[in-house]
C-alpha cells in the first residue's frame, strides 16, 4: 500500500520518489499527460514548498506540517469494505455517492458507472484508460502549474480520483456525492485528482465531503478542475471536517463559458490546518458565479481562504461572501482577488470578508482587493471584524435570555446568512444542526463522516430553539 514509510516531505524526497516511480505512476497516461508530468515535476523544482516568504502565503506557515513524517501513498489500499467504510446518509438526500479513501476511489460494484442519460462518473484513473480523448480534452486545461508548487506536485503524482462528465442537454437526476476519507494507523501524504466536466445546457448539484475518521495526522494535497458548459449550471458544496493533526490544501479550478452558472458553497467546521485555493475564470459573456463561505475555528486550528476571479470577457457577474467565527487561539486568512481585464465591459462584482473574535487570542487576516482594467464596471470589496455586539446581547439579556443562549443566538444568526444559501433543503437541515452543535463545543470529527451518518435523526435539544427565532 505504501512507499517511502516515515519520510520527511522535501522538495528534494518528491523529486527524488518522482524520479523512482516515474513509469510506474504514468502507467496509465496518454503521451500528452506524461508530458505534463516531467513539465511539472521540473517546475515543482524550481518553486519548491511555498514558504511565509511568497505574499500569498505570509500568513500561512506549513513548517509544521511539513515536519512530520508521513507515508507516502502510491498505492491503493486492499480489501477495503466499501459498506463499512462509506455509510454516509443524509436523512431524506438521495445522492449517488462515490468513495474515495486515503486518496484513491473505491467502489463496490463497476469503478466507471455509464449511465443511460449519458452521465460518466467513477475513478479518473479508470476513465483514463477507457475515455483518454475525453480527458486528454479537459485535463490540465484549467490548473496553473506554472505559477502553484502544489498544483505542480499533483500534476506530477496524481493517480486516481473522481471523474464525472454530464453531456449537453442533461441534467443529473440527484446531486452527486463525493466521500474524501483519511483512515489509516500511519501518517499519510496523498495526492489525489478530480475532474468534473459538464457540457452545453447541462446541470449537476455536487457535494464533496473531506473527512478524517481518526486523530492521525495527515496531508493532503487535492486538486480539482471544473468545466462548466455554456449555460451549464452547477450547485457545489465542500464540507471540510478533519481531525487537528489534518493539512488539507485544497485546489478547485473552475472554467465557465457563456452564460454559465455557479453556485459554491464552502463549509469549514474543523481541520489543523485547512488552505482553499479557489479560482475561477470566465471565458464566456453573461455567466454568473457566486463563491459563499463559513469558517469555524477553535483551539488552535488555522484557516486560509484564497479566492481568485478572473474577469477576462464582459457582462460576467460574481459575487464572494465569507464569513468566519474564531475561537481560542484560531487564526483565519481571507485574500479575495477580483481581476477585471481590458476587454471585461459591464462587470459586476463584489467582495465581502466578516469575521468574529471570540477571544483576544484568536486573529484574522483579511485582504479583499479588486485589480481592475476597465471603466466601465461595478465593483465593491469589504471586511469587517469585530467582536459579538454588545447592544445586541443587552437586548436579549433584557428579555430574560441567559448569556450563553444569547450569544449562541447571535452566532447562528450570523453564519445562517451562508447557510441560507444552500438550496439543497436536507442538506441545509443537516448543515444546520452541524453549525449548532459546532458552536457549542460539541462537534468534533465525526465517527463515520462530516455529515453525521450514524446520527439518529431526532432535533437536537437547546435552551432555545434558535431556527425559529
Known amino acids: 500500500m505504501l512507499d517511502r514509510v516515515g519520510q520527511h516531505i522535501t522538495k528534494e ?38 514558504t511565509t516568504r511568497l505574499e500569498t502565503w505570509k500568513n500561512t506557515d506549513l513548517k509544521e506540517s511539513l515536519s512530520r513524517e508521513y507515508n507516502i501513498v502510491l498505492k491503493p489500499r486492499q480489501g477495503v469494505d466499501v459498506q463499512k467504510v462509506f455509510r454516509c446518509n443524509i436523512p431524506h438526500l438521495d ?6 479513501l486515503n486518496g484513491w476511489y473505491v467502489s463496490k460494484d463497476v469503478p466507471l458507472m455509464e449511465l443511460g442519460n449519458g452521465i460518466i462518473m467513477g475513478s479518473l484513473a479508470e476513465a483514463l484508460k477507457k475515455y483518454p480523448e475525453l480527458v486528454e480534452a479537459h485535463l490540465g486545461k484549467y490548473a496553473d502549474s506554472l505559477t502553484d508548487s502544489f ?18 442537454n442533461v441534467k443529473s437526476p440527484r446531486p452527486v456525492q463525493i466521500i474524501n476519507v483519511i483512515h489509516d494507523d500511519e501518517n499519510l501524504f496523498m495526492q489525489s485528482r478530480n475532474l468534473i466536466v459538464l457540457g452545453k445546457n447541462s446541470r449537476l448539484s455536487m457535494v464533496h465531503c473531506d473527512d478524517s475518521y481518526n486523530h492521525q495526522p495527515s496531508f493532503s494535497n487535492i486538486l480539482t478542475e471544473i468545466h462548466i458548459g455554456e449555460n451549464a449550471s452547477l450547485d457545489h458544496y465542500k464540507l471540510q471536517n478533519l481531525n ?43 455567466a454568473n458565479a457566486n463563491i ?9 486550528q488555522h484557516i486560509d481562504n484564497q479566492v481568485f476571479v478572473d474577469h477576462a470577457v ?28 481590458r476587454d471585461a465591459r459591464r462587470t459586476n462584482a463584489y467582495q465581502s470578508n466578516r469575521n468574529i473574535l471570540l477571544t483576544e487570542t484568536a486573529k484574522v487576516n483579511s485582504k479583499p482587493f479588486l485589480e481592475i482594467y476597465n471603466d ?18 443587552y437586548y436579549l439579556r433584557q428579555r ?21 444559501k444552500i438550496s439543497i433543503d436536507p442538506l441545509r437541515y443537516r448543515i444546520e444542526d452541524m453549525v449548532k452543535k459546532r458552536l457549542q463545543g460539541e462537534l468534533q470529527i465525526c465517527e463515520a463522516c462530516v455529515l453525521h451518518c450514524n446520527t439518529p435523526e431526532q432535533p437536537l435539544e437547546f435552551v432555545i430553539d434558535m431556527t425559529k427565532i
Do not use: W
Open 244 to 286: 487537528n493533526s489534518s493539512t488539507l490544501v485544497s485546489s478547485v479550478y473552475f472554467a465557465m463559458e457563456a452564460s454559465a452558472k455557479l453556485d459554491s458553497h464552502y463549509i469549514s467546521l474543523n481541520g489543523g490546518l485547512l488552505r482553499n485555493n479557489i479560482r475561477i475564470r470566465f471565458n464566456g459573456p453573461h
Open 376 to 393: 466601465d464596471v461595478k465593483c465593491s470589496h469589504g471586511s469587517s471584524t469585530g467582536q459579538l455586539d454588545p447592544d445586541a446581547m
Open 95 to 100: 445522492t449517488a455517492i462515490m468513495g474515495q
Open 400 to 420: 430574560g435570555i441567559g448569556e450563553d443562549s444569547a450569544r449562541m443566538l447571535l452566532m447562528y444568526a450570523y453564519a445562517d446568512e451562508v447557510i441560507s
Open 151 to 168: 498544483t505542480s506536485l499533483n500534476t506530477a503524482f496524481f493517480q486516481d480520483g473522481v471523474f464525472i462528465f454530464v453531456p449537453d
Open 292 to 300: 459563499y463561505g463559513l469558517y469555524l475555528m477553535d483551539r488552535k
Open 13 to 50: 524526497v518528491m523529486s527524488g520518489l518522482y524520479g523512482e516511480c516515474r513509469k510506474t505512476i504514468s502507467v496509465n497516461d496518454y503521451p500528452a499527460l506524461t508530458a505534463q508530468r516531467d513539465n511539472a515535476i521540473r517546475r515543482f523544482e524550481e518553486l519548491g514548498f511555498p
Open 314 to 341: 464582459p457582462d460576467c457577474t460574481s459575487g464572494e461572501l465569507f464569513k468566519g467565527i474564531l475561537d481560542e487561539h484560531s487564526s483565519g486568512v481571507f485574500n479575495g482577488h477580483v481581476l477585471v481585464e
